[in-house]
Every structure is written in C-alpha cells, then in structure tokens.
C-alpha cells in the first residue's frame, strides 16, 4: 500500500442544540500517490471538511488521518492549499504572496525570487507580478493563490472548491492548465468540487459523498485517458461517467439516519 | 469617503475616482457655500444680532492675535497637550488592543473596564483628574490620553477579532507560526481598523481638550476664550473657534492621508 493521503475511519462530530451533528461517519479512503481524485457531494456531505482534516486544519473527533504513512498533527508545508475564496493577501502584491511561503522556508533572497518567478510565470501571471489583489479579476487571483501553492513545491495538492466562483469559460481554462501542471510534476490531488462535469474531467476517480451523516456514497473510476481533451468531454464515455456520478450525488437514497 | 459629483446628471464617464482629487464643479460648489454662510453672517452682525461681530471685525482681531503671538501660542499649547495625550493614549491602545484581540484571557480580563469606561465621558474624569493630579499639564493630557486610548483600544480589538478566518488559514497551510500569523497576518489585516479608530481618538482628544482648557489652564485656545468670554470680548471667541475648527480638520486630513496611504490595498465596497 503506498496511499499518500489515507483517512481511517474518521468521524467528526459538532456539538448542537439538540444532540450532536455528525458532519463526517467512520469515513476511510485512500488517495495513492500521484493520484487526481475529486470529491463530489451535496452541502453539508462533509467534503471540505474531509479535506480541512488533510490539511491539517480540522481535527478529527475520532480516527486518523495519514499523510506519508504519518499521522496529520498540523498543516505544514508538505501540504498545499487552495481556498475558494483564493484568501490572498491583499496587501501583497502577487509576487510578494507567491514568495509568502518561500520566506517561511528561509530560503536565500535569490533562490526565493527565481521561485516565485517560475511560479507567476507558470499560471501566467507574469505581466501582473506586481499587482495588488484588487486589481486582479476573480480567474486572475485564483491563479496567483495556486502560483502561491506551488511555489513552495509540495507533494500534495489540497483544492477546495477552488473555481467554484468562477465564470464558466475561466473555469475550463484554469482546468485544463491545472491538468496540465499536473501531468507534468504529477503531485497527489484532492479536489474538492459540486460541479459533476469538473469533477469527471480532471479526476482518474471521482469520490461521491452523501450528506446527513457525511459519509461516502460511492467511489466511480473515470475510464479516460490523460491528457484530457476538450472533445472528451463530448464523448459517450465521457457522459456514460457523467450520467453514473450525477445519478449517485443527486438521486441519493434518503439518508438512514445515524442515531 | 464617496464622492458624489454626478448627482442629478447623466454622468458620461463613470471612471471610478479614488484619493483626494476633486473635481472642479465639486471645489466651485464649496467655494460657493464659504461665500454665502460668509455673506449669511455678515448680514446678520450688520442687521445688528446683539454683540455679533461681522466677519471683517474677527478677521482683524485674528490678525492682531496673530502679530502680538497670542495666537500661534495658544494654539501651540493647546496642540501639545493634544498631541502628547493621543500618542501616549495610541501608543498604549494598540498593543493592549492587539492583546486583547489575539488572547481570549487578555479579552476577559481588560474588556470590563474598557467597555466600562467607554460609558463615562472623558469630561466627568476631569473633576478626579484636577483632585488627584492638581491644575497643572498632567490633568489634561491624562483626560486627552483617556479619550484617545478609549477609542483606539476598541477599533484595533475589533480589527483584529475581525480578521478573515481563511487568510490565517493560508498563512498556516503555508507552514506560518503563531508569531509570524500575528505579525504577518494580523497586523496589516487590522491596519485600517487601527487608522479609523485613531482618527476617532483624535476627534475626541481634540474635543476634550478645549473642555479641560476652560476649566484651568494658563495658555491655550479654550483658555483664551473662557477669558474673553468674561470681557465680552465676541471677536476673540470667535477667533478661537475657528482657530480649533481649522486645527482639527486639518490633523484629521493628515491622519486621512496616513489612511489612504497605509490602506490603499484595500477593495472599497
């Protein structure tokens, strides 16, 4: 078994009003190296949380969460991440919050800037490298937060949501370069979307959650060679996966309802 | 701070204006306004207001001020005090601001007696303030200190309760330490709050000020004024209100600069 990222019977559990709300129930998967898996699933399934506890960000309430075979105590650099909202810095200008995290590596001045360098270069971002946030369009400063992700190279891609903000047209272009990113530094992907096509296109195994208890629905692998092309998303196959992963989000059995 | 200049018309260019330029039509329409209340004024001291002295009597009473240095020394006095209580009261207000923002046990100790004193009006401290530190420089600017320290302790708790959730996320994800979160993270995240709440500071330190001068001061602009107000002497009064109105919009001004300067980073609306 070499997972990279493995959660073992997880469980989290948010204290309510009445009772506790159980947000993820005796969850397991394993994520193998190099792999791109998206996790699909309605509001409140539990997938960003799933994901926030691979970063490091979430503490489980029960069972274990694995990263290299290691216990996840914290988030660490090992570990990027890519937040919807892009959380950049808005007070750093786009090469100031690429080399955010290559500072705290303590890397010598020259190093970091060739770095954050290939980094903007690589999302494309050259001509903006000293741009503030709000100057940039929404495709534009998500680009500079996965700029900011990769610059610090880690093995582990944690992406949540991450162009769930965007227009269509942006969103196909940012998919298309993030596979093509990856196919080249083939670094582990969680992916987390509640777009189904998003969700086929970029993944070799498309995870679907249910909600109330968050729990894994089903696990379907997308048959699809990479690279991934735009005619393959037209393509009967393509559709075939498209229909079973629509069928298992949004024609869930109603939940039995943990006690 | 919007500016609305294309009010009532059909505005042909809706270029987005940021910082201190103004339009012409917007300067015209001040200049407009200083010149009728001017023309209001010196209608009504001329229709004969009991006592009212017309805007060219102040004017030459401002000037005679101002060439015997009566003037510029009490103002000098007064923006002393005034400046001493301020730094001294931001200076403490934004570390204790910062410590109560970031430690829930720092919050629970100091957030009674902040949120008490916020209540009392710095003015009703003065009568303690005189019985315990006597008449001299150190009841006023502790009274200014306590106005300015009040309001920027608050602003700056608030800034940095308020910082987003998802940018220290990203700063942790990133492998940031605590210390490098705050420093980092926290501080230029509530940097703005901080400036508001200085420039409020500054507004009330300036207003309590003329207050502590009326009751016991040897110089200043309130001094002055409660002692021409013995002589009946309107025109001094009227000088020293001014003289305030002018100082304080324009330290207000300063601090405003300051703000755009620091924040401009910041996505308005």
């Known amino acids: 078994m070499n997972a990279k990222i493995s959660f073992r019977d997880v469980v989290k559990t948010y204290p309510m009003k009445d009772g506790t709300f159980t947000a993820l129930d005796h969850v397991s998967l394993d994520i193998a190296d190099r792999e791109f898996v998206t996790v699909v699933g309605p509001s409140g399934c539990g997938k960003s949380t799933l994901m926030s506890m691979a970063a490091g960000l979430v503490e489980a309430s029960a069972g274990e969460t694995l990263v290299d075979g290691k216990p996840v105590t914290g988030p660490g650099p090992d570990r990027g991440v890519i937040f919807q909202q892009y959380a950049l810095f808005p007070w750093l200008t786009v090469r100031k919050n690429v080399e955010f995290g290559l500072k705290l590596m303590e890397l010598p001045a020259e190093e970091r800037r060739r770095r954050a360098e290939r980094a903007i270069e690589l999302v494309g971002l050259s001509d903006f490298a000293d741009a503030l946030p709000k100057t940039l369009s929404g495709g534009m400063k998500q680009r500079c937060a996965i700029a900011r992700a990769y610059a610090v190279n880690p093995q582990v891609l944690l992406m949540d949501e991450p162009f769930g903000a965007l227009d269509a047209l942006t969103r196909v272009q940012l998919q298309d370069q993030l596979l093509d990113t990856w196919s080249q530094d083939q670094r582990t992907v969680m992916f987390i979307t509640h777009d189904v096509d998003e969700a086929v296109y970029l993944a070799s195994r498309v995870i679907v959650m249910a909600a109330r208890p968050g729990r894994i629905q089903r696990i379907i692998d997308v048959d699809l060679p990479y690279p991934r092309t735009e005619e393959m998303r037209l393509s009967p196959e393509f559709g075939r996966i498209r229909n079973e992963v629509w069928h298992a989000v949004y024609h869930q059995a109603p939940a039995s309802s943990a006690a | ?269």
């Open chain 2, 1 to 269: 701070m919007t500016q609305l200049t294309a009010l009532g018309k059909s505005s042909p260019a809706p270029v987005v204006r940021r910082g201190p330029k103004r339009s012409r039509r917007a300067v015209a329409l001040n200049l407009i306004a200083v010149v009728i209340g001017l023309a209001v004024w010196t209608l009504l001291a001329g229709v004969g207001v009991q006592g009212l002295p017309g805007p060219v009597e102040v004017a030459g009473k401002a000037a005679e001020l101002l060439s015997d240095g009566t003037l510029p020394l009490d103002a000098l006095a007064s923006l002393r005090r005034v400046l001493l209580g301020f730094l001294l009261g931001t200076l403490l207000a934004v570390p204790i601001g910062f410590l109560m923002g970031w430690y829930a046990t720092a919050r629970g100790l100091l957030e009674p007696y902040v949120q008490f004193f916020r209540t009392i009006p710095p003015l009703a401290i003065i009568p303690l303030a005189i019985v315990l530190m006597g008449i001299g420089e150190v009841p006023k600017v502790f009274v200014i200190f306590l106005a300015s320290f009040l309001s920027s302790v608050v602003a700056t708790f608030q800034g940095v309760v308020d910082v987003d959730r998802t940018l220290i996320n990203a700063a942790r994800v990133l492998g940031a330490s605590d210390r490098t979160i705050f420093l980092k993270v926290v501080v230029p995240a509530s940097t703005p709050f901080i400036l508001v709440g200085m420039r409020v500071g500054l507004g009330s330190a300036w207003g309590t000020l003329v207050a502590a001068e009326l009751i016991a001061a040897q110089e200043g602009l309130g001094f002055r004024m409660q002692q021409a107000q013995l002589y009946y002497d309107l025109s001094t009064i009227f000088v020293g209100l001014i003289a305030i109105g002018v100082l304080g919009l324009l330290m207000d001004r300063l601090l405003l600069l300051a703000e755009r300067r620091l924040t401009d980073w910041q996505e308005r609306r």
